[in-house]
């Protein structure tokens, strides 16, 4: 099962893992905000991330996080949900992180023991590098959200393009694995077809900037 977060290096590590013979996708996972009804972090509308679902043609759990909620409580929901993903047999959780490591060994120690095993298939390749091959490669996808501590206001509900990358001021990481920046992916080599979208409102929340993306014509 691919850790979704509707972003685009979840986007890329599941591309990955539809091109190897030797992995058996059966779904994805995404933890979304039970107050708001919207992907953690990245602020993204569950109709959009079904959306997602339907052109990758995968199931999608969805698992729900309150708001506000405590480690605690995040860690007994996540448990909850290895223990119904061991008694569908799952052999792995594959995630899009690339290179910090204090998440992976997080996620490495949640699984350890439990028969699910931790896979990282875009772990490492420098973040330069991997933003410009996603573009090249057809990947489109759209800020979603900022932290306005890290990135400047002008990059929210911006297309993540070699224009975007270009601008970038240097202390900012290329695919903002720092938390700088969030994104929805509406178009790629991982979907059937494209998913057309409308920028809505741009909002800040908790110290966050959120740019609200709708389904056209909806």
């Known amino acids: 099962m691919m850790s979704w977060s ?12 539809q091109n190897n013979p030797e992995i058996d996708l059966v779904g994805l996972f995404c933890t979304i905000n039970k107050e708001f009804n919207r992907v953690t972090m990245h602020g993204v509308r569950v109709e959009l991330l079904q959306k997602q679902a339907d052109n990758i043609g995968l199931p999608l759990e969805i698992i729900e996080i309150p708001y506000p909620c405590s480690n605690i409580e995040y860690e007994q929901i996540m448990g909850e949900f290895v223990e119904k993903a061991k008694k569908m047999h799952i052999e792995n959780f594959a995630f899009g992180d690339l290179f910090l490591e204090e998440v992976r060994n997080y996620r490495e120690e949640k699984l350890k023991n439990s028969g699910i095993k931790a896979i990282f298939p875009i772990w490492g390749i420098p973040t330069d590098e991997l933003s410009r091959k996603m573009i090249t490669n057809g990947l489109r996808t759209i800020i979603t959200c900022i932290n306005p501590k890290q990135t400047p206001d002008k990059f929210i509900g911006k297309e993540f393009d070699d224009n975007f990358l270009a601008s970038l001021p240097e202390t900012i990481d290329p695919c903002g694995e720092n938390g700088e920046f969030h994104s929805f992916v509406f178009d790629g080599p991982m979907f059937k077809e494209k998913i057309n979208i409308v920028l809505g409102d741009i909002v800040q929340r908790d110290d966050f900037v959120f740019a609200d993306i709708l389904l056209e014509n909806s």
Not at 6 to 17: E, M, V
Request: proline residues 0%.
């Open 6 to 17: 509707s972003g685009k290096d979840s986007a890329w590590a599941l591309y990955q893992l």
